[in-house]
T-cell receptor, first 110, second 113 residues
Framework: GQQLNQSPQSMFIQEGEDVSMNCTSS?????WLWYKQDPGEGPVLLIA?????ELTSNGRLTAQFGITRKDSFLNISASIPSDVGIYFC??????????FGQGTILTVHP | DTGVSQNPRHKITKRGQNVTFRCDPI?????LYWYRQTLGQGPEFLTY????????KSRLLSDRFSAERPKGSFSTLEIQRTEQGDSAMYLC???????????FGQGTRLTVV
């Protein structure tokens, strides 16, 4: 089945630093989504990408849909303490379901 | 609050008991999904409805699991004869017609003791 490989698994950074994480797949996806999840809560949608090569920003977040449609990255600029959480990439095919990566745990030290 | 709503937020049950969870999607969203998430993992797809039709079921959804969406609005997920391995966060999400974004509820945390 489809699998998403998300890296890194965890990151420990200082407040103010930039962060980059990525996701690769063995399969092509039509849409890439990035979510953030806080402990005990459901994932919250951050950015959605719909076309190969697309670069989209949402405040301090920037994400890109890879040209091959098999990868995506998420950048967070000037991190702040509330950026702490688990970030998931997810790929969507025409069948409706999302396939998720394993998550990147982000810790921001003040 | 117009987001996806899940009830209950937490459920503790004894092994062998049946449990039922409810999900109310965002109004006008015709697609509804159930996912399961265990500690340290991303959500795993369980099943998917478009309106009242259940279009896809994962192999993760054993015979003890059943989901319904009788009127194309809210959905229920029932687990019969619960096992300790069923302990997880059960997440519901919905998508608008023609949209690929999925919006998640807060989840139901199930603990089987």
């Amino acid at each position: 089945g489809q699998q998403l490989n998300q890296s890194p698994q965890s990151m420990f950074i200082q407040e103010g630093e930039d962060v980059s994480m990525n996701c690769t797949s063995s399969s092509i996806f039509n849409t890439w989504l990035w979510y953030k999840q806080d402990p005990g809560e459901g994932p919250v949608l951050l950015i959605a990408l719909y076309k190969a090569g697309e670069l989209t920003s949402n405040g301090r977040l920037t994400a890109q849909f890879g040209i091959t449609r098999k990868d995506s990255f998420l950048n967070i600029s000037a991190s702040i303490p509330s950026d702490v959480g688990i970030y998931f990439c997810a790929g969507h095919t025409s069948y409706g379901k999302l396939t998720f990566g394993q998550g990147t745990i982000l810790t921001v030290h003040p | 609050d117009t987001g996806v709503s899940q009830n209950p937020r937490h459920k503790i049950t004894k092994r062998g008991q049946n449990v039922t969870f409810r999900c109310d999607p965002i109004s006008e969203h015709n697609r509804l999904y159930w996912y399961r998430q265990t500690l340290g993992q991303g959500p795993e797809f369980l099943t998917y409805f478009q309106n009242e039709a259940q279009l896809e079921k994962s192999r993760l959804l054993s015979d003890r699991f059943s989901a319904e969406r009788p009127k194309g609005s809210f959905s229920t997920l029932e687990i019969q004869r619960t096992e300790q391995g069923d302990s997880a966060m059960y997440l519901c999400a919905s998508s608008p017609p023609g949209g690929t974004e999925a919006f998640f509820g807060q989840g139901t945390r199930l603990t089987v003791v």
